[in-house]
């Protein structure tokens, strides 16, 4: 997959905001002091009047776009996905999800892969916490495209959304004529018949990369892209679960509460499976190269093809 | 408005919060009745709503910041016609709009749900700034317990207030001096009020909470301020109205029983009847 294009999701963030506000007038953006890093200072070029600047202030910050909100703005909040979800949660909770406010929220360098900076950064729960808020649409897309489209999506949306972004470059996977977004849609990347890996994220080229060396080895894996973690689409992953009768989910993120705990969620209440979580298992990250970190940690492509082949034993 | 007038819609809106929390066996009438007369000035005096046009764009915004004296905004409301005075006496049950906090979600009329201390000054913050983005004309109001201002995100969006100018935001601090735990110098103070708001570049006023002519004189003087948010301090007595509730901290979250009812009823009334003449 070596000619496959790389752009990391929070780039897209940045570009497609841009392309939002010059058609939708009511669209702002909201920053603290990391307009660099989430790629909102594109956006603050572009349109320096609706660009505001909280400070290193995220839970006012939250506030503030809930009160743009009562008034028809359409804020987009732009943080570290640690700080979004986790220092301000509960002003999301609260200020945001409860009043179901029309507020928007990229969370950006979620997971592992924001490498260097270590474990104080590299948000591995905020899929779980944002999960747990009622109304709350989730979404984890997996490349630039999708990334791009989860922008659009949202701001058609009525209500909170929350998407996880990256800092790492990350396979362009959906690169496709027919592709098509709708929030709470999954998709069916690859056919196959003897093992479902589900995927969110840089969790999808991982998974894709997989399926590939499986198929070499002969085993037949059917891979599913789960963007919409919130709403999830409980068909397309019944689907899956009862072709193969075997379940592995890939996600960059804490195997409690994220992807993985969402499909055994639905598999639990309607197709009981045996399901493979690969994710952080219950751990921290630390500093490192991000392609270090996902190889350590057996969220690349042959730490999936491993858990997947331990897997089916 | 008269003084006069105000003075016996605020005794009305005292019986609609001992009333509410009588029948809701809980809540909190302590900080309710201090800010009694600044609910009552706001709605009846200073804000442009319409009870009839609670969505109105061009309205002036209400956040409760201390979301916990939503006897206090309710019975208010109902003394304008958001809604039956009668619909008090269904505070904190099942079905009820009045929910145990204000809940937009229940209550057309409620510009922002509110309760967890410290939240409604940032909303009131974006509402404000909104108006500045579009050049509307509207003015945005928030009403902060002392000691809510405990709270670290008070202070984040003072900062962002002071810094954007937002000259068309007051902030009301109901200074009644009592927290839960005591009073509010005793449990871990947040004096001076006054000078940290200027700090943070406010156009800073003490005004007595239940003196209508300071309160119309400081709402004034917010309104021909220019270029900074104004931070109306008032210094009130919670439970104010009610003889045994004055002043004591005891009555911060705790329901009357049906005695206390009657004598808190007659206290009002007397008060009511003074207020004829």
Redesign the interface.
Known sequence: MSEVKKIATRDSYGKELIELAKVNDKV?VLDADLAAATRTGWFKKEFP??H?D??I?E???????????????I?FVSTFAMFATGRAF??VR??IG???LNVKIGGTHAGITVGEDGASHQCNEDIALMRTIPGMVVMCPADDIEARACVRAAAEHEGPVYIRFGRAACPVVNDRPDYKFEIGKGTVLREGTDVSIIATGIGVGAALEAAEKLAADGISAEVVNICTIKPIDREVVVATAKKTGKVVTVEEHSVIGGLGSAVCDVLSEECPTVVKKIGMQDKFGESGSAGDLVKKYGLDGDGVYSSVKEFLG | MENLELQKIANEVRKGIVTAVHAAKAGHPGGSLSAADIFTYLYFEEMNVDPKDPKN?DRD?F?LSKGHTAPGLYSVMAQKGYFPVEELTTLRKLGSRLQGHP???YLPGL???S??L??????????????K??NKDYRTYTLLGDGEIEE??VW??A??AG?RKLDNLVVIVDNNGLQIDGPIDQVCSPYPIDKKFEAFNFHVINIDAHDFDAIRAAFKEARETKGQPTAIIAHSLKGKGVSFMEGQVAWHGVAPNDEEYAIAMADLEKIGKELEG
């Open positions: 702002v009047d609706r505001i909280c400070g202030a839970c006012n910050m939250m506030g503030i776009a809930a009160g743009l909100a009562t008034t028809g703005k804020p509960e002003q609260n200020s409860y009043p179901h | 764009p915004r956040v809940s937009m979600q510009d922002m749900s309760g967890s410290g939240q409604g000054i940032s909303v009131a913050c974006g509402m404000a700034l909104s108006a983005l579009d670290g995100q984040e969006a900062m962002f810094f």
